[in-house]
């Protein structure tokens, strides 16, 4: 998943006093684990809430293309060329699900990317910077959405039905992304010395903006108690990216790679890694528009949107006078 | 020529094909106009990408100097590659793109149907596989061309102005040399000038639902499939396939 600090449109978790009849009810079938409907009713902050996190993942998905559509062209077998391409055709059908999740919650998707177009509606934090060598497209397939499955995995028992099932579809292409993400950083770890520069200079400068994938620390985590309470979110950012540690460390060891973190080290107390937080002043400053790719990915999204007014409005009219044409005929 | 030479040569210009345009086509990656378009885009590259594997891979067994169907992407300079050069022209706008893919998926399902019957079976099995893929790329690039030329009055001007541009390429399909007579006199594919009357009459029927009209001339460019004069535009194309490749030829990617 790719929603990060979605902020929850609530003022906090109620009290059963404080719920109405109908929070009540709702908060009971959240509990028994039942699946929210699109015609179910649900509160106003609920929806408004999935709103946002579907269509910031929706759009994570979309612009996520960008930084692999920089390698397309310059792949380096055909084959890559081929598993670049199936990954990326992927990712615009997540993107397609996605939206029509979000759809079924009363927002059309040329609203939620007009949204995302005039920045009133986020991506994650992760596609703003750079992909700079070869080996940065094995880095964010392993990596990036090696973070993406974290999420998404436990977000297939979210409470709503339609953003649960399409989570269903989804994780399933993604594991695929993320072993081709492996093999490729691998093929290069394994490589001649320039090759296996392009695999550490990868793993450098995604590993800290991976890590902020899962969002602030839990201490500064100001919205998740009521999208917990809602099963909207199902873990914490803390449990997550511990998780995302434990299990991406020994995958690096084996590529002889070295995490760019003197702190890390194995924890025998804890059975986990202790490791060093990424720079969340950094994190920040992307979030607010000032990441290295900021500008040029909405500026990239903008111009195909605008570029692509008159083939919408084209296929538009051509359907209208088909639909004309045939009610005329019957 | 040998007529080992020469199957080399064909192979050579349907991998080309493939591999040329299946990388323009890839250039649209994360930047079409509306997202089933990005998923249709990004699947015909592939699809593209797929054949040429095929076609290139079976053209380096014919040749017999051990190069495989990456070296033969990545390695060979402009004056090697023989598609036409209607692959090789930039993608323009969207209109130009899906004209394009139009003009060359009608050829490419006429062609392709032909080689079913190949009496090489390689051709007729790597046909085979690619039939059914270029069945559809012809149904949605002719729906989408009808879409766009019946659409609104800018759609339809952008559309007229990209067959204007693309048409002089169309001719070169057409065109046979030694290579095609070798092809032919072996039973292994078509005599292209005999598919004309065909394409002329597929292309009519949707250019006339779009309400296009067919340039009235015929002139044609040519020097892509012989590789006799190449638009400035391959070189520009290779660059950047071939960049990784060329910079690290010691790599195993």
């Known amino acids: ?330 | 020529m040998t007529q080992q030479e020469a199957l080399f040569q064909f192979l050579l210009r349907m991998g080309d094909n493939t591999l040329i345009l299946g990388h323009r086509t890839s250039e649209w990656c994360g930047v079409a106009p509306v997202l089933e378009e990005d998923i249709a885009l990004a699947n015909t590259a592939l699809d593209f990408i797929g054949q040429t594997q095929f076609w290139l891979g079976y053209a380096g067994e014919v040749e017999g100097k051990g190069q495989d169907a990456d070296r033969l992407a990545f390695h060979r300079d402009a004056w090697d590659f023989r598609n036409l050069l209607l692959c090789e022209m930039p993608i323009g706008d969207f209109g130009q793109t899906i004209m394009r893919q139009f003009l060359f998926d009608a050829w490419h399902s006429i062609y392709i149907a032909r080689l079913l019957k190949s009496s090489d079976p390689r051709v007729s099995e790597i046909a085979e596989k690619a039939s059914k893929e270029v069945a559809y790329h012809l149904e949605r690039s002719a729906e989408t061309v009808v879409a766009l030329g019946d659409g609104t009055e800018e759609s339809h001007s952008r559309m007229q102005k990209a067959l204007d541009y693309l048409y002089p390429y169309v001719g070169e399909m057409f065109l046979a040399d030694d290579v095609d007579a070798a092809m032919v006199s072996a039973g292994i594919a078509p005599d292209p000038t005999a598919l004309r009357d065909e394409y002329d009459a597929l292309v009519q029927k949707v250019l006339d639902e779009a309400t296009l009209t067919v340039p009235g001339n015929r002139f044609a460019q040519k020097g892509g499939k012989n590789g006799a004069m190449h638009t400035e535009h391959l070189g520009h194309l290779l660059c950047s396939m071939q960049w990784l490749q060329r910079v690290y030829p010691d790599g195993n990617w």
């Open chain 1, 1 to 330: 998943m790719y929603a990060q600090m979605i902020k929850t449109a609530s003022t906090g978790v109620k009290s059963d006093e404080d719920m109405s009849d109908l929070e009540r009810q709702f908060q009971a079938r959240i509990d028994a684990g039942e699946k929210i409907e699109p015609k179910d009713w649900m509160p106003e902050d609920y929806r408004a809430t999935l709103i946002r996190q579907m269509g910031q993942h929706a759009h994570s998905e979309i612009v996520g293309t960008l930084p692999e559509g920089n390698w397309v062209t310059r792949a380096p077998t055909l084959e890559r060329k081929a598993i670049l391409l199936a990954k990326v055709q992927d990712e615009a059908g997540h993107g397609l699900y996605l939206y029509c999740a979000a759809e079924t919650l009363g927002v059309t998707r040329d609203e939620i990317t007009e949204m995302l177009l005039d920045g009133r509606m986020k991506y994650s934090s992760i596609f703003n910077y750079p992909s700079l060598n070869w080996a940065d497209i094995g880095a964010i397939g392993w990596l990036v959405d090696g973070a993406a499955i974290m999420n998404q995995v436990p977000l297939q028992r979210t409470s709503y039905g339609p953003y649960s099932r399409a989570m269903v579809r989804i994780c399933k292409e993604e594991s695929f992304h993320q072993r081709q993400g492996y093999d490729a950083i691998r093929a290069c770890a394994e490589g001649t010395d320039a090759q296996k520069k392009m695999a550490q200079d990868a793993l450098n400068r995604f590993w800290y903006p991976s890590l902020m994938m899962f969002g602030p620390p839990d201490s500064d985590s100001v919205h998740s108690a009521q999208s917990m309470a809602w099963k909207i979110k199902i873990n914490t950012n803390d449990e997550l990216r511990q998780k995302f540690v434990d299990q991406t460390v020994p995958q690096a060891e084996y590529l002889g790679l070295t995490v760019p973190d003197e702190n890390l080290k194995w924890n025998d107390e804890t059975g986990q890694y202790d490791f060093s937080q990424p720079d969340w002043g950094e994190f920040f400053d992307v979030v607010k528009g000032n990441g290295p790719c900021n500008v040029d990915r909405l500026a990239d999204r903008n111009k195909a949107w605008d570029d692509g007014a008159w083939v919408r409005d084209g296929m538009m009219a051509h359907a209208r006078k088909k639909a004309a044409a045939k009610i005329a005929a019957e």
